[in-house]
C-alpha cells in the first residue's frame, strides 16, 4: 500500500514539474519606467507598457517586467492618458481658487469637467531592440505620437548632450524624428 502512495507521489510530482515547465516562458526582469513629454500642449496623465502603468509626472517609478531578452517580432501595446487642456477648461475657464488650503464645491465640478475632457490613446509598437536596459522611458512627441525607449546606449545616445533651456525638447523630437506641427 505504501508503495503505491509513494509511486503516486512521485508520479503527481513529475506531472506537475512537467506542467510547469510546459508554461514556463521568457525569464522576466523587472524595470522601473518613466515618461518624458516633449509636447507641451498637453499632460500625460497615465502611460501604459502592455498594461503595465506609470503615472505621467516624470522621475523613475517602479516597476514594470519585460522579457529579459529582446527578440526580433517583439510588439507591445502602449496606452496614454493624455490632459489636452492643462489647467483650462472648454472656453479657456481656470480653475476657481481654494479657499483655506481646501478644495471648494465650485473647483470640485472644474475638475469633473476637467477630467471629462481627457482623451485616452493606444498604440502598437514594434519593442526596439535592446541589451542593457535602464527602463521603460515613454517620449511623448507632438501629434500623439509616443515612442518607447529600453536601451540604455540608446537612452544615453538620444539624452546625454541635448541642451538646457527652451531648446531641449525641439531638439529631441527632431532626434526623434518626430513633427514640431501637426496637420
Known sequence: MQTRWLTALVFSILALLAGCQSMAGEEMIGIPARVVNADKSISIIRATFNGQGVSGGGGDECCMSIPEKWKPGMTAEITWEKDPSP????????????????????????????????????????????????????????????RVIIDCDQKSELFRTLPGGPNRYPELIRRMGGRMTCQ
Open 87 to 146: 489647467e483650462l477648461n472648454p472656453g479657456n475657464i481656470p480653475p476657481p481658487k481654494w479657499k483655506n488650503g481646501s478644495s471648494t464645491p465650485e473647483w470640485r465640478e472644474w475638475m469633473r469637467i476637467h477630467q471629462s475632457n481627457y482623451k485616452k490613446m493606444s498604440k502598437t509598437i514594434n519593442v526596439p531592440k535592446y541589451g542593457d536596459t535602464c527602463g521603460v522611458t515613454f517620449v511623448f512627441l507632438p501629434c500623439d505620437d509616443a
